[in-house]
C-alpha cells in the first residue's frame, strides 16, 4: 500500500483571507507525515484539499504520478478520521463501520464479517450493536478509525483525531495509533497541533505557519535544526539570540551577547541568529563555565527545573536537574553545548 | 469538550459548480413559487383593495377605509379593545409561565416531560373551543359553578365565563403553550451557573435577581410576550361562543364582515391590513430588540 | 433553602395551570359520554330528558350527521402533511447547506405566516382568488399556515447537528450524492420530519379561521361541525364532537413531545 501523494502548489483562500499559499509536498510512501502548526495555520484546509472536501484555486494533487485534484472526495479511496469523528448518529456502531462498503455495494454478508474484522484490528468488536452516544469519546474515535480504514483505503488522513481526549487516554489512543498505521505500512497524513503526539507519531513533519510551510524533516532535524525562528519556537523552547560569525586569527569564532564560543561546522560569517535549547546549557558545578549569570525564577516541573538565568544582558532559560535547583538570586555558572547551538541566517 | 478551533473546511461549493448553483433553486422553487402565490401576491391584492372605496372602485385610490377605522366609534373601540385585551393577555401569560418555563429549563424531577405535554396540549386549539371549554367549566351551567352551588347552596361565579374574567382567562389558556415553549427555548440558552457565579462574588439573592437574572431573562421575557401579543390580537374565536354585550375586538369585526353581507371590502381589508401591521410589527420589533439584548449579553 | 422555596412556587403554578388546563378536558369528555347528574351537574341543560347511566348516542348523532366533514378534514391534514414534506423538506435542506444570495430571504417568508393572523391571510387568498373559494382554497391556506412549521423544524434540526460534517464524513468514506441523500441526510431528519408531520396535522386539524372563511357549502372542515353544534345543540353533542376532535388531537400532540425529547438526545450526542 505505499501511495505517493504529492502535493504542488497548493493555493487555497477564503474571501480576502488566504489560508494556504504555495504549499508542496512529496508525502512519504507508507509512512506518517505530521503537519503540524497552530490553529489557523492552513493545516486543515491543507488536509481538506487533500481529501477533495475542499477544493484548491491553484495548484495540484497527484497520486502515484495520476492528477486527482478535480476528483470528486467520495472517488478517491481515502480514509478521514475527523476531529470530532462524525460518526452517524442514525446507525450503530457495525452500521457506522459498513457504511463505506456498503457505499460500495459489498453484499451484506461479506461486508459484516470485514467490519468486524476492522473492530477488532481498534479492539471494540465487543461494542458493534451499541448506538453511537452509548459509547465513550476515546471509543468513538476507535469507531470512527475503523471506519475510515474498513474499505482499505489508499491513504489515511487524520485531522487532529485525538484532541477532544483528555491526557492520559490520548498518550495510549496515540501509541496504539502508531502501531496500528506502522503495521499497515499506509500512507498517513496527520494534522495535528500538538508537537508531542507529532514527534511520537511521524516518520516526517510539516510546519506550517501563516498559510505557509515553514519547515519539513524528519522530527528530530525539525527539532535539532530548526530552519527559522517561528519553528524553534513552536516546538519545544528555546533561546533565541543575536549573534556574529567572525574570523579571529583563521578561526571562525562565534560572538553571543555574553562572549565568544567556537563556531559551529560550516557557519558563515556575518550577523546571525543562534538557538540553543534550555537542555543544551548546563550548570558548571564548578563555577567554571563560560558565562556567569544570576537566577531569577525557577520552575519546579517534576522531572527538571525549569530556570530564568539573567546572564550578559539577556534572559535564558535554562534547564537543571531536579536534584539541587537553585533558588532565586542565585549565582550560576553556566556551560554552553557548542554542538547543539543552531545558527540561522538572520531575517528580516 | 473543548475542541480546539482547528477542524477540517468544507466547501459548499466545489466540484462541478454549475450543478450546484443550478441545483439549490430548483430544489427551493416549489416553496418560493408557494410563498409568492399564496402569500404576496394575496397580501398585495389585499392592500389594494383596502386603498379603494367599495362603493365606487373607479375613484383612484384613497385613505378612507383607514380613516373610517378611527372615526367610526364602533370600529376604533374594537381596535382600542383589542390592543388592551392582548396587552394584557401578553403581559400575564409571559410573567405566569416563567415559572414552568423555569421549572422545566432548571430542574430534574420524574414527570417532567408528561407536565410539559399536557402544558403545550392548547398549543393548536382554535379560540372556539378554548371558548367552548370556558362555557362548560364556568359558564351558566358550567361545572364549577354547580359544584360550588351543590358544596354552598349559593350560586357562585355563576356566568363568569360571559365576562372579562372568563375572556382573559380563555386567552391564557390558549397562550400558556405559546409562553411556556418561547421562554423555556430562551431560558435554554442561558448559562445557569451566572447565578452561582454571582452569589460567589457576594450578591444578595435580591441583587442576583436584579442584576444578573432579570437583565439576562429579559430578552426571553420580551420574545414570549411578542410572540403572545401578536397571536391574542389576531385571535377572535373566544368571542364567537362567549359573546360579551357591547363588547367587540377588531377580528372578529372584520369577520362579520365577510360573514355577513352586506360586505364593505375594502373596509374588512383596511381592518385586517391595520390588524398585520400591529401584529407584525410589535412581534418584529420586540423581538429584533430582545436579539439584540441578547448580543449585547453574550 | 432558598432554592427550593423556588421550587416549590414554580411547581405550585404549574400544577395550577395543569388543572386548569386539565380540568374543562375532563368534564368534556366525561360529560360526552356518561349522565351528566354523575358529575354533579343539572341534566336538563346538558343531555335534554335521558337518563341512563352511559350514553353514547351523541357520538352516534355526531359521526351520522358530520361524518364526511370528520372525513374532509383528515384528508385535508394528510394531503397538507404530504406536500409540506415534498416542498418544505429539500427547501430546508437547501436553505441550511447550500445558501444562495436570497436565501436568507427566503426563509424568512416561510416563516412569516406564523406571525400574521390567519384572519388577515385568508382574506388576501379570498382578495386574490375569491373565484375558486371552496375545498381547493381551503387547502391552500392550510398549506400556507402549516409550513412555516416544516420548514422550522427542519432547518431548525440541520443546523443544530451540523449536517455538513456528516455529508463530508460520508463523501470521504465514497458515498456519492444520492447515497448521502437517503443514507445520511433523510435518516438524520427522521425525527424531525415525524415531527413536522405530526405538527402540520394537529395545525391543519384544529384550524378554524381560515378554512370557515375559504370554504363553501359541505363538507366543511371539522372544527367547522364544533362551531355547529355549539351555536344549534345541546352540550352533551357538543360535548361529543370535542371529544372526537380530542381524540385525534392529543395523541398527535403526545407524540410530538415523545419525539421532542428523543430529538434532544440526539442533537446533544451529535454535538
Known sequence: ?348 | MNLPASSIPISSGGHARERRRLAPLLLCAPLLLLLLALLVWPLTHLLWQSLLPTDAPDSGITLRNYLEIFSVPRYRHALVWSLELSLAVAAGSTLICLAPAWLFTRCQFRGKRLMRGILTLPMTFAGMIVGFLMVILLGRSGFIPQVLERLTGQPLLSGISYQFPGLILAYLYFEIPRATLTLESALRKLDGRLEQAARSLGATRWQTFSLVILPTICPALISAFAVTFSVSLGSFGVLLVLSIRRFTLLPLEIFTQYIAPPTDQGLAAAMSLTLLTVAFGAGFGLRRFARSREVANA | MPRKTGFIFCSTVTIILMIMILLPLVVVVLGSCINASLLGLSTDIWSGSRHEIFDFSAFGYILENYGDWAVFSLELALACVVLCLLIAVPAGYTLVRHPFPGSGLIEELAVLPLSIPGLTLSMGLLAAYGEIRGPLLVMAGHLLYTIPFMVKVVTSTLRSFDVGRLEAAARSLGASFWQRLFLVVLPSLRHAMMTGALLVFAVSWGEFNVSFLLNRGQPQTFPAVLYDTYTNQSIQISSAATTIFLAIVIPAVVAIQWLGGRESVDVEQGA
Open chain 1, 1 to 348: 500500500m505505499n501511495i505517493l501523494v504529492e502535493a504542488d502548489g497548493l493555493h487555497k483562500r477564503y474571501g480576502k483571507v488566504v489560508a494556504v499559499q504555495n504549499f508542496s509536498h512529496r508525502f512519504a510512501p507508507g509512512k506518517i507525515t505530521a503537519i503540524l502548526g497552530p490553529s489557523g495555520s492552513g493545516k486543515s484546509t491543507t488536509l481538506a484539499m487533500i481529501s477533495g472536501l475542499a477544493e484548491p484555486d491553484r495548484g495540484c494533487i497527484r497520486l502515484d504520478g495520476t492528477d486527482i485534484t478535480r476528483l470528486p472526495a467520495e472517488r478517491r479511496d481515502f480514509g478521514l478520521v475527523f476531529q470530532n469523528y462524525s460518526l452517524f448518529p442514525h446507525l450503530n456502531v457495525l452500521e457506522n463501520v459498513e457504511f463505506g462498503l456498503r457505499v460500495r455495494g459489498v453484499r451484506k454478508a461479506e461486508r459484516r464479517s470485514r467490519a468486524f474484522a476492522s473492530l477488532e484490528r481498534v479492539h471494540i468488536s465487543h461494542l458493534a450493536g451499541r448506538r453511537i452516544h452509548q459509547i465513550s469519546g476515546g471509543e468513538q474515535q476507535r469507531v470512527a478509525l475503523a471506519r475510515a480504514l474498513v474499505f482499505n483505503p489508499r491513504v489515511l488522513l487524520l485531522d487532529e483525531p485525538l484532541s477532544a481526549l483528555d491526557a492520559k487516554l490520548r498518550e495510549i489512543l496515540r501509541n496504539e495509533l502508531g502501531r496500528l498505521l506502522r503495521e499497515l505500512s499506509i500512507t498517513a497524513i496527520y494534522v495535528t497541533h500538538d508537537q508531542v503526539e507529532a514527534m511520537s507519531l511521524a516518520y516526517e513533519m510539516i510546519i506550517m505557519h501563516g498559510g505557509r510551510i515553514e519547515q519539513s524533516g524528519t522530527p528530530l532535524e525539525v527539532y535539532t535544526r530548526p530552519a527559522t525562528p517561528f519553528v524553534a519556537t513552536f516546538l519545544g523552547s528555546a533561546n533565541l539570540l543575536e549573534g556574529e560569525c567572525l574570523v579571529v586569527n583563521g578561526e571562525t569564532r562565534l560572538r553571543l551577547p555574553f562572549g565568544e564560543l567556537p563556531a559551529p561546522m560550516g557557519a558563515q560569517t556575518g550577523p546571525c541568529r543562534v538557538m540553543v535549547r534550555p537542555e543544551d546549557i548546563v550548570i558548571a558545578a564548578d563555577g567554571d563555565g563560560q558565562l556567569h549569570g544570576e537566577v531569577t525564577s525557577s520552575v519546579f516541573l517534576g522531572s527538571q527545573a525549569r530556570l530564568t538565568v539573567s546572564a550578559g544582558g539577556c534572559s535564558l532559560a535554562v534547564d537543571a536537574s531536579n536534584e539541587a535547583i537553585p533558588t532565586p538570586g542565585a549565582a550560576v555558572s553556566l556551560r554552553v553545548r557548542e554542538a547543539k547551538l543552531c545558527i540561522m541566517p538572520k531575517g528580516e
